[in-house]
């Protein structure tokens, strides 16, 4: 079992930067490649950038690519996802998850993942 809790997220004016945090509690939590999601009303969770539990892999999508980056440290037990020069499109509730994957596998979909936080709102105004 692991449990999430993300944090970090806000109403802000775009073009400016939030890092979220998830707090992970558990057993062998560094076990798990962790990824962040977004998901706005109506639409599916979609996959925002994610890090294998060895730690030495990353990806992020092209909507995000140069401006977003994930990391880990496991000895905080906390994944983060650095959030630069933010835009109104990425208003949305972001979620981490992890997920029970081989060595340096990423998932990009969200059924394969096995654990979610509850999500923290982040709100970008023009």
């Known amino acids: 079992q692991v449990r999430l809790v993300e944090s970090g997220g806000g109403l802000v004016q775009a073009g400016v930067s939030l890092r979220l945090s998830c707090a992970a509690s558990?057993?062998?939590?560094?076990?798990?490649?962790m990824g962040w999601f977004r998901q706005v009303p109506g639409k599916d969770r979609d996959f925002v950038a994610g890090i294998s539990w060895g730690g030495n892999s990353t990806k992020v999508a092209d909507s995000v690519k140069g401006r977003f980056t994930i990391s880990r440290d496991n000895a905080k037990n906390t994944v983060y996802l650095q959030m630069n020069s933010l835009k109104p499109e990425d208003t949305a509730v972001y979620y981490c998850?992890?997920?029970?994957?081989?060595?340096?596998?990423?998932?990009?979909?969200?059924?394969?993942?096995?654990?979610w936080g509850q999500g923290t709102q982040v709100t970008v105004s023009s």
């Open positions: 558990g057993r062998s939590f560094s076990w798990y490649a």
């Open positions: 998850a992890a997920d029970n994957a081989p060595f340096d596998f990423i998932s990009t979909m969200h059924e394969t993942y096995d654990f």
